[in-house]
């Protein structure tokens, strides 16, 4: 028996788990002060988790996914797109819609259960969170098409976890992209887990990268936990894109250090000493201690950004709370040009409870 094909998957990191740069940093990386604003939207995005999570225990907004411990993998994408290219994300992806425009107060907005929150006024062609798992890379591929019948310079790029890679809308979206060779450049958070479900458990591929090949697309990883190698492969991929070299498939290895949601307690399925072990390589502290080794960072540069990410944080709080509540029908606005009868009823009852209940005010 011969062998008809053969495949390989890479794997890139620049930084070691204790911030030791590679000898051959990219172009990009090799001034540190081109990294500050990376490392800032990784710290800015973690303080918004600790915040947010809070504003859910006090019911002030309603279930979050935090994105800790994965804020290299949106911080490293967004910065490798332009403005004009589309990300459509997933619903944990809050890292990246920030480097984009998105606010803080949109993000919350979105949390809360308002529809506001799906519309970015500096980024009105991103598409908003999909939280059906998988389905958004057809979208993407969708989007990926226009661009190439309209001959724009433009990508799109889809953010999706490890277990919407085990969904059949992944493949067929993907499946699309490499039959069409469209500009569609897939980011895949292999954060290790789908809820409860183990990465080994949901899939017997040694790698999500692999998955790609059936598609003809070039597929690789990448430690997501290192914002340089996430923002170079991913910038090397969306280039390439953009340059009508078809579709790309980056996967990106990190791990989910908090809860799947505020609804979720992992420790019920996963023991602490795993935890711990990850929390040696998490992306936030491998930059800083890079940044440090360098002479470009100090613990008075940290406490002065740590500040400033929580007043920031602070402000699109009170952004948020101060908006009044939208009418009860928004609910109802995008969904049908005519309601069906049994959501008439719906829509009734709405209004109904709407007018017993006048809160003004998000909290
Ligand atoms: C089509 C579909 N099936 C099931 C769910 C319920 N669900 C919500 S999150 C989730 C796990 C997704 O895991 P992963 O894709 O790894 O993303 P992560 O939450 O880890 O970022 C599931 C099964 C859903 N939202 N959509
Ligand atoms: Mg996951």
Request: hydrophobic residues 45%.
């Amino acid at each position: 028996m011969g062998t008809v094909a053969r495949f390989d998957i890479g794997f890139t990191r620049y930084l070691s788990p204790e911030g030791a740069p590679a000898p051959d940093l990219p172009a990009f990386a090799r001034d540190p002060a081109a990294l500050l604003p990376l490392y800032r939207a990784m710290v800015l995005t973690r303080q918004f988790d600790l915040k947010a999570i809070a504003m859910q225990r006090t019911g002030q907004i309603g279930t979050f996914a935090s994105a800790l411990g994965q804020e290299a993998i949106g911080v490293g994408t967004a910065t490798a797109m332009r403005p004009d290219d589309v990300l459509i994300p997933s619903y944990r992806d809050h890292a990246a819609q920030f480097v984009r425009g998105v606010t803080m107060t949109e993000s919350l907005l979105y949390w809360g259960g308002d529809e506001r929150g799906s519309g970015f006024a500096a980024v009105p062609h991103d598409f908003g969170n999909c939280v059906p798992i998988g389905t958004q890379v057809g979208h993407a591929a969708g989007v990926a098409y226009a661009f190439k019948l309209r001959q724009q310079p433009r990508v799109a790029v889809c953010i999706i976890g490890d277990g919407g890679t085990s969904n059949g809308a992944f493949y067929e979206g993907m499946n699309m992209a490499g039959a069409w060779q469209v500009p569609l450049v897939i980011v895949i958070n292999n954060n290790q887990w789908a809820i409860s479900m183990p990465r080994a458990k949901q899939t017997a591929a040694a790698t999500l990268a692999q998955k790609a090949i059936a598609a003809g697309i070039p597929g690789e990883q990448v430690d997501g936990n290192d914002v340089i190698a996430v923002r170079d492969r991913v910038g090397d991929a969306i280039e390439r894109a953009r340059d009508g070299a078809g579709p790309a498939l980056i996967e990106a290895v990190t791990y989910r250090l908090g809860d799947h949601t505020t609804a979720d307690d992992a420790s019920r399925y996963r023991d602490d000493a795993t935890v711990k072990e990850a929390w040696l390589h998490e992306p936030v502290k491998r930059m800083r201690d890079y940044l440090a080794s360098v002479g470009a960072w100090d613990a008075g540069r940290e406490e002065a950004l740590i500040r400033e990410c929580q007043q920031a944080v602070a402000a699109a709080v009170e952004a948020y709370l101060q908006l009044p509540h939208p009418d009860v029908s928004a609910m109802f606005d995008c969904l049908y040009e005519t309601l069906p009868a049994a959501m008439a009823d719906q829509f009734d009852t709405a209004q109904r409870y709407a007018a017993q209940h006048k809160e003004t005010q998000h909290g």
